[in-house]
Structure formats: C-alpha cells, structure tokens
C-alpha cells in the first residue's frame, strides 16, 4: 500500500489524476490518498500529486500515537535515514518539529542511524486533519471528518518538470493555460508513451505541449494560422524535432475541429480547452455548434476525452455518444470557473485512465 500525498487544493481533482498512475485511489484526509499499487513513472509525470509513500503505519493526527505506531511497525529498511514530517495544509495543528524529533527517536532506538543530509531513506509523516472533500466519481470523497497521520517510506516524488509558463515561451497568447493545468488534462485524457493525444483546438499547444513531455505523440490542429505556426515554434523549443533523438512524434496542421482530416480511431485520447464566451474563429460556427462538432468527432478518432470550458457542457458531450466519467469544477480566478468533463466513448469500458502495469514493490 502507499500513500499519495496530493498537491494543490483541490483533492477530489487531484485523486482522480493519481489514478492514472495508481490503482484504487481513496481520499483519506485532507491532502492525503491511499493507492495499493503504483506506476513509478507515471507518478514521476503527475501534475497534482507531490510523491507516492510506501505505507508503514497509519494513526491518528498526533504525534505520540505516530510514534507508537512506528514503534510497533514492520520496518524492512537498513542504513540511515531521516525524517520529515508535514502539517498537510495547517489543518492538524501538529508542531512538524516535535514530529521529526520524537519519530527520530524511536528510528534510533530501532537501530537506524540518522543523516539528515543526505540519508538512505526518508521517512514522510503526514499529518492532517478535517473534512474530506466530496466528489460523487471519487473514492472517499465524502466529506466526512478526517484525523490521521500516515506514516510510509519516501517512494517517488514527481518530477514537476513541466514546460516554462506561457509568458516565457517564444509564443504565448493571452488566456494561455498554466502547464500543471495542462499536464492534468493531458494525463486524465490517457497522455503516457506510446499513446497519442490530440488537441483539435490547440491555440499556442500548451495541452499538447505537456502530453509530449510526458511521452505521447502529440496531434494538434487549430483553426488559425498564427496560431499552428506558433504552437509549432513551443513544440520545436521544448519537444526537439518530432521522432527525433527520442523525442516524442508531434503534428500541428491548420484545421477544423468539427471535420478532422483523421480516420476513425486514430488516436488514444483527445483533450482540448474550448473557446471561453465568444464566437469561435471559425466564422460559419456557433459556439455550441463548434463544441458538440468537436465533441461528434472526438468521439470518432479516440475511446476517451477531456474538455475543459467555461461552461457545462455535459449535454452535447452525452449527444455526441460520450459516457461523462467525472466532472470538476476548477475555480481560476474571480471571473472565471472551469468546467472539467472526464470522458469515454460508450463502447469502452471504464477504467479511470489507470494504467494496466502497476507494481506494489519498492525500487
């Protein structure tokens, strides 16, 4: 078993991303999930997880329970190790300091040495406390009230290796999204190597963007001109030359969402931010027409979608023969709330985007 210890602040969202790299994901407290196997390289591309932990213990928010806990733990480590203890989001009222010093103890008395600088393992202490989210697509997202420390051994940590911000990038268009944004949709719309992930209204391709650096193959089209070369200028900065030195395969062509030029089935998964508030810059298209096109024919090239909005659009998204598997709402800033719809086509069977190989051992 592992814990997944969540980042950001919204923990239904984030435990549905870490599904695609670990099975059975539960949201146990604020902050806090459990999983009982994961892909090690997947969690390493997550946006919105900040590391995997092999379980040791699991208690109550408190640090002398933490430390008889550990006390009466299994623990099948050797070497040094060190401690680091979290207060998850100031909910648990915790001193972390008096949490590193009385695990550390009972580690010492257990035999370890410690080396806080650069130590064989880490041992994270979570602690937090409060209610859970609620989600109606999300294991343990009830909204009951929490009290837990989890105890477990550092096992991944994700890279966090996104693509600069927008505003750093040779191109960059106002309303561009942020890449941890960017790499969730692309990872909840099944972005891994070997897969491809297409973007029918790519605007400066930050979604492809961050399919490909997690391995996809990338397929973007956007209905401007300025728009394809500009993707293609980011694509080239920070994917390389597509197929190249292992870099990953990407395409950007000028087109229409509602009429792709691809064949049935082409790829693995369609993600894509649809136009917020105004016409679309097809000009023979409304806005609902644009979206329930584009969501007809992402029906048709892949098995899976996410589409982002302002708005809800699960309506057109079930006309268009799609099976809404969760959705969010994501609070941007004062003025804007995004609409997340998770999607698989009718004919596939759920799965939750996880991955099909996962490993419950330790490196």
């Not at 733990?73 to 010093?101: F, K, P, Q, W």
Request: net charge negative; charged share 25%.
């Amino acid at each position: 078993m592992y814990w997944l210890e969540l980042a950001g602040e919204t923990d239904a969202f984030a435990a549905r991303e870490a599904a695609t790299a670990a099975a059975g994901v539960d949201l146990l407290a604020p902050g806090i999930a459990r999983t009982g196997a994961i892909d090690r390289a997947r969690v390493r591309r997550l946006a919105y997880t900040r590391a995997a932990h092999e379980a040791v213990a699991r208690t109550d928010a408190d640090v002398d329970a933490a430390a008889a806990a550990l006390r009466a733990a299994s623990l099948d480590r050797a070497g040094s190790v060190a401690v680091r203890a979290r207060d998850v989001r100031a909910t648990s009222a915790v001193s972390t300091e008096a949490a590193e010093r009385a695990l550390g103890g009972v580690l010492v008395d257990r035999g370890f040495d410690v080396d806080l600088d650069d130590p064989d393992h880490v041992l994270r202490a979570l602690f937090a406390a409060g209610p859970r989210a609620e989600h109606d697509a999300v294991a343990g997202a009830d909204g009951s009230d929490a009290d837990l420390c989890a105890l477990g051994w550092v096992a991944v940590e994700a890279a966090r290796d996104f693509a600069p911000n927008p505003t750093e990038r040779p191109f960059f268009q106002p309303g561009s999204m942020a890449p941890a944004d960017a790499r969730a949709y692309a990872n909840l719309a099944g972005a891994a190597p070997g897969r491809t992930l297409l973007d029918p209204m790519c605007g400066t391709g930050g979604l492809p963007l961050e399919a490909g650096l997690v391995g996809a193959d990338a397929v973007a089209c956007d209905a401007q001109a300025k728009m394809v070369r500009g993707a293609r200028r980011n694509f080239r900065e920070y994917l390389g030359s597509p197929g190249i030195d292992d870099s990953p395969d990407w395409h950007v062509a000028r087109g229409d969402a509602t009429a792709l030029p691809l064949p049935d089935d082409a790829v693995d998964g369609v993600a894509f931010d649809a136009p917020y508030g105004r016409q679309s810059k097809i000009a023979r298209h409304e806005l609902a027409d644009l979206v329930g096109g584009a969501l007809d024919e992402a029906a048709r090239v892949a098995p899976r979608a996410v589409l982002v909005a302002d708005r809800d659009w699960r309506a057109p998204a079930r006309d268009a023969g799609w099976t809404v598997d969760a959705a969010f709402e994501r609070r941007v800033h004062r003025s804007l709330t995004r609409h997340v719809l998770v999607l698989r086509r009718g004919d596939v069977a759920g799965s939750g985007g996880v991955a099909t190989e996962m490993s419950p051992e330790r490196e």
